[in-house]
């Protein structure tokens, strides 16, 4: 239990549907992240939020739509997605983000196969 | 962009030996965390190097920051199966810039 909780833990769609991730952190941080974990590639940054205020979109297209309702609450809505964007998608809390960002604690992820 | 190497991508250990996971940098950083994620798993911190050349424990675990701030290091001694897993570590160049993570270190322990 790491205080991070993600849903679905695995959701499979076609590339004409549209669904949404949902994240979710009781450990009172302000700082909240999207990562995206492929096979291929490192631990990719998608978006960070700091105090319900997007201050990182590291270039994700924009069939990638984030939202952030609160300090606890964090969604990545998903539409017209590609294969390619199979992938565990993590969320992560810290306490902070600028001068003292810290440690980040991530959920459990959520895979998603494009079919 | 800021580029982290590590290596080895693979590391084939015996069950008892001890290895070292390096985490390479061409520019200097403001500091350093190691991640573990274990197979199936989410990354779990494990620590955090801010100093030159500083070096912390966990039980048999060593951690250590380059003198220049441009690498660190992560030895562990005596495997045991339970330190499978992937290690990542993760860079910032400045304080408050967003983590960029290395391309992890895949350890496999053969019992």
């Known amino acids: 239990e790491t205080g991070v909780t993600q849903t679905p833990r695995h959701l499979v769609m076609g590339m004409t549907n549209k669904k949404s991730l949902k994240c979710e952190q009781h450990l009172g941080h302000n700082a909240m992240y999207w990562y995206k974990q492929s096979a291929k590639k490192p631990l990719e940054l998608m978006f960070v939020?700091?105090?319900?205020?997007?201050?990182e979109n590291n270039s994700v297209p924009s069939r990638f739509s984030p939202e952030c309702p609160n300090s606890s609450h964090l969604f990545l809505h998903l539409h017209t997605l590609q294969p390619e964007d199979s992938a565990l998608y993590l969320c992560?809390?810290?306490?902070?983000?600028?001068?003292?960002?810290?440690?980040?604690?991530f959920g459990e992820g959520s895979r998603l196969t494009v079919l | 962009g800021q580029q982290v190497m590590q290596i080895p991508q693979y590391q084939h250990v015996q069950e008892g030996e001890d290895f070292t996971t390096y985490c390479n940098s061409s520019t200097t950083l403001s500091n350093i965390q190691w991640y573990k994620q274990r197979p199936g798993g989410h990354p779990v911190f494990l620590i955090q190097l801010v100093k030159s050349g500083e070096v912390k424990k966990q039980k048999r675990l060593t951690f250590q920051f380059g003198e220049a701030k441009k690498n660190s290091s992560l030895h562990i001694t005596a495997t045991q199966t339970t330190d499978v897993g992937t290690y990542f570590c993760a860079t910032s160049k400045a304080a408050g810039n967003k983590l960029t993570f290395g391309g992890g270190t895949r350890v496999l322990v053969k019992p």
């Open positions: 992560a809390s810290s306490q902070d983000w600028g001068a003292n960002t810290g440690e980040l604690f």
């Open positions: 939020y700091n105090f319900k205020e997007q201050t």
